[in-house]
């Protein structure tokens, strides 16, 4: 049986007069042929880092959680680090990246501890 991999989404909102809900679930287009997961805690303070993707050279997707600490994501990292997602503490976002993904810290002085999942061939 070949792998397979898809995404499940359910947001609501309560309490601004009629409650909202979307729910959504979509299948990856490609047949993925490796996954890489990592916990780790950023190693330096104020510098980004780039995301060790274990083995994925095409990522299809990135589920990435932020544990302690507030993040910045760069998904297209070129020569310098520009912040193009914001990621508070305890949160989670979805991506596909179109280039290297780096990560820092938002808060000055602080070092971000988070875990991802790599889902590519």
Not at 48 to 67: N, Y
Not at 70 to 81: E, K, N, R
């Amino acid at each position: 049986m070949a792998a397979s991999g898809s995404v499940s989404i359910i947001a609501t909102l309560l309490g601004l007069g009629k409650d909202q809900a979307f729910v959504d679930k979509f299948a990856l287009t490609n047949t993925p042929t490796k996954v890489h997961y990592n916990y780790r805690q950023q190693a330096v303070a104020d510098t980004e880092e780039a995301l060790d993707l274990g083995g994925v050279s095409t990522v299809d997707l990135i589920v990435l959680k932020a544990i302690t600490n507030d993040a910045t994501l760069d998904a297209t990292f070129s020569v310098t680090y520009n912040a193009e997602l914001n990621l508070p503490e305890g949160e989670i976002c979805i991506f596909k990246p179109s280039g290297t993904v780096y990560i820092k810290n938002e808060d000055e002085a602080e070092q971000v501890t988070y875990e991802y999942l790599v889902i590519g061939r």
